[in-house]
């Protein structure tokens, strides 16, 4: 039996973060992940690299490409004719980023001596001696044992009460991914996150796409003023979104879907969709995991139960990620890892959820961080606002992506930056000057007199900065 230091069961971005810094630290570290490619080999990487953000980010730009061509490249003097979709190329591309990046996390785990197990991993019982022992089944058949484990085995789409996902007609994350050839009507299921960014790339590609959303507001975890102005610009681009609705018989056909509804008003209706995308949550990875017999808690929703520091409540055995309590992101799951890694060692790293970024890659994208106004009005914090719009950026003129626009909290007092919400172009990319903002407890003004190049699109931000103390300089 291979005796280790560490064991990581799950190779997602928590998994196998967590494993490499456990190796840079000098323990004898392995892990056991089961995903397959299509050949049947090793894809490491979990939901996040093999059917979620890598590879829906690859649709994403495909999309916004062709979207460009067909609207938007005229504007610059380009003239595109007959311009058309290879739906097949399109996923032969996604598929290729995602096994590069499978290969990379298998380059790494090689250069950081990390030993690699493919396969499904479970306890085979209590720790003997305070050594925990873990069956692996699968393409490889073996036991391994170690004094630490961290469990990063992640999440599962959440499906609809008796409404099983065939990734045919009934679609998950990972069916919406491989669709082969543009829908004419797509129906989505949720307003989230997943639902948004597949409903779309569907729409760029030229699908009618319907989103129904079960709560009265639209982006209910996201800024009041960012959510109105998403809502207003998703609508313009052609996505029908209904919100309030009360989701009824969901019936599939030979090739087509039907979902009855109860709108927000009371009026009972029905739809036919080509393909329907549930996207309503998703729940923790932890079937066949056999946690209970190595005293391992769950939670009644089946999540492990850890202490602030990733602990569980059996002696040495760690749990990140989507698994555990927090926001479902990979980059949590990261931070996480790279803690727990670093607790083994003695070291005491600090993980800030309300330091950890957000964000919707739709188009315009949509990232935030800290607080909303909502939150900081339910609790009676004394704030500012600033806020400045892109149509007032150069570079956004530039660009010619104006839609949007940055905003910046911060306490009435102090002038502590209490969170950062953008809505336009790259606000993914924009976010990280907030989160470091935050991170150091800045204030409006400091990044009101940090200097920005221009032109570019972080000016916008410097420029929400000045406006919490009511000086913009260019709107």
Same mark, same amino acid.
């Given at each position: 039996?291979?005796?280790?230091?560490?064991?990581?069961?799950?190779?997602?971005?928590?998994?196998?973060?967590?494993?490499?810094?456990?190796?840079?630290?000098?323990?004898?570290?392995?892990?056991?992940?089961?995903?397959?490619?299509?050949? /049947?080999?090793?894809?490491?990487?979990?939901?996040?690299? =093999?059917?979620?953000?890598?590879?829906?980010?690859?649709?994403?730009?495909?999309?916004? !490409?062709?979207? !460009?061509?067909?609207?938007?490249?005229?504007?610059?003097?380009?003239?595109?004719?007959?311009?058309?979709?290879?739906?097949a190329k399109m996923i032969a591309r996604k598929d290729a980023?995602?096994?590069?990046?499978?290969? /990379?996390?298998?380059?790494?785990?090689?250069? =950081?001596?990390?030993?690699f197990f493919h396969g499904r991993g479970a306890f085979a019982?209590?720790?003997?001696?305070?050594?925990?022992?873990?069956?692996?089944?699968?393409?490889?058949?073996?036991?391994?044992?170690?004094?630490?484990?961290?469990?990063?085995?992640?999440?599962?789409?959440?499906?609809? +009460?008796?409404?099983?996902?065939?990734?045919?007609?009934?679609?998950?994350?990972?069916?919406?991914?491989?669709?082969?050839?543009? +829908?004419?009507?797509?129906?989505?299921?949720?307003?989230?996150?997943?639902?948004?960014?597949?409903?779309?790339?569907?729409?760029?590609?030229?699908?009618?796409?319907?989103?129904?959303?079960?709560?009265?507001?639209?982006?209910?975890?996201?800024?009041?003023?960012?959510?109105?102005?998403?809502?207003?610009?998703?609508?313009?681009?052609?996505?029908?979104?209904?919100?309030?609705?009360? #989701? /009824?018989?969901?019936?599939?056909?030979?090739?087509?879907?039907?979902?009855?509804?109860?709108?927000?008003?009371?009026?009972?209706?029905?739809?036919?969709?080509?393909?329907?995308?549930?996207?309503?949550?998703?729940?923790?990875?932890?079937?066949?995991? =056999?946690?209970?017999?190595? /005293?391992?808690?769950?939670?009644?929703?089946?999540?492990?139960?850890?202490?602030?520091?990733?602990?569980?409540?059996?002696?040495?055995?760690?749990?990140?990620?989507?698994?555990?309590?927090?926001?479902?992101?990979?980059?949590?799951?990261?931070?996480?890892?790279?803690?727990?890694?670093?607790?083994?060692?003695?070291?005491?790293?600090? #993980?800030?959820? =309300?330091?950890?970024?957000?964000?919707?890659?739709?188009?315009?994208?949509?990232?935030?961080?800290?607080?909303?106004?909502?939150?900081?009005?339910?609790?009676?914090?004394?704030?500012?606002?600033?806020?400045?719009?892109?149509?007032?950026?150069?570079?956004?003129?530039?660009?010619?992506?104006?839609?949007?626009?940055?905003?910046?909290?911060?306490?009435?007092?102090?002038?502590?930056?209490?969170?950062? !919400?953008?809505?336009?172009?790259?606000?993914?990319?924009?976010?990280?000057?907030?989160?470091?903002?935050?991170?150091?407890?800045?204030?409006?003004?400091?990044?009101?007199?940090?200097? !920005?190049?221009?032109?570019?699109?972080?000016?916008?931000?410097?420029?929400?900065?000045?406006?919490?103390?009511?000086?913009?300089?260019?709107?």
């Open positions: 039996m291979d005796q280790f230091d560490v064991v990581v069961i799950g190779g997602g971005p928590g998994g196998y973060v967590a494993a490499i810094r456990a190796a840079q630290l000098g323990f004898r570290t392995a892990c056991i992940d089961e995903w397959k490619n299509a050949k /049947g080999g090793p894809a490491p990487g979990g939901t996040c690299t =093999n059917v979620g953000c890598i590879p829906s980010k690859a649709l994403l730009q495909s999309s916004e !490409h062709y979207d !460009h061509a067909l609207h938007h490249f005229g504007d610059h003097g380009i003239t595109v004719k007959g311009a058309s979709m290879d739906v980023v995602v096994k590069q990046n499978n290969d /990379g996390i298998l380059y790494l785990f090689k250069k =950081n001596k990390v030993t019982g209590a720790a003997k001696d305070g050594v925990h022992e873990i069956a692996i089944s699968g393409p490889t058949t073996a036991t391994v044992a170690a004094k630490h484990v961290i469990i990063a085995t992640g999440s599962n789409a959440r499906a609809l +009460p008796g409404v099983a996902f065939d990734e045919k007609l009934v679609l998950s994350n990972e069916g919406a991914l491989a669709i082969g050839e543009t +829908p004419k009507t797509l129906g989505v299921i949720g307003a989230g996150v997943i639902g948004l960014e597949m409903g779309s790339v569907w729409r760029r590609l030229g699908a009618e796409v319907t989103v129904l959303e079960g709560l009265p507001n639209f982006l209910g975890a996201v800024d009041e003023q960012v959510a109105k102005e998403a809502a207003k610009l998703f609508k313009k681009q052609g996505l029908a979104i209904h919100l309030g609705v009360k #989701v /009824g018989a969901v019936k599939t056909g030979k090739n087509a879907v039907t979902v009855a509804f109860t709108t927000a008003d009371g009026k009972a209706e029905s739809a036919t969709f080509d393909k329907l995308i549930v996207s309503i949550g998703r729940v923790p990875n932890t079937t066949g995991l =056999n946690a209970e017999a190595a /005293g391992v808690k769950l939670d009644p929703r089946g999540f492990i139960v850890v202490d602030d520091d990733c602990r569980t409540s059996a002696a040495n055995v760690w749990a990140v990620g989507d698994v555990v309590r927090g926001p479902m992101l990979a980059h949590k799951a990261e931070e996480e890892g790279v803690a727990v890694a670093e607790r083994m060692a003695g070291q005491h790293p600090h #993980v800030d959820f =309300n330091c950890i970024p957000w964000v919707i890659y739709t188009s315009p994208e949509i990232a935030w961080v800290g607080q909303t106004e909502q939150q900081l009005k339910a609790a009676g914090v004394a704030y500012k606002a600033g806020s400045f719009p892109f149509l007032a950026n150069g570079r956004a003129r530039a660009l010619g992506n104006t839609e949007g626009f940055v905003k910046i909290l911060a306490d009435a007092k102090t002038d502590r930056v209490l969170g950062m !919400h953008v809505i336009g172009p790259m606000a993914s990319e924009l976010i990280a000057e907030g989160v470091m903002a935050m991170e150091f407890g800045a204030s409006s003004e400091d990044i009101a007199r940090i200097c !920005h190049a221009h032109p570019t699109l972080s000016e916008a931000t410097k420029e929400a900065a000045l406006a919490v103390d009511k000086r913009t300089l260019n709107f």
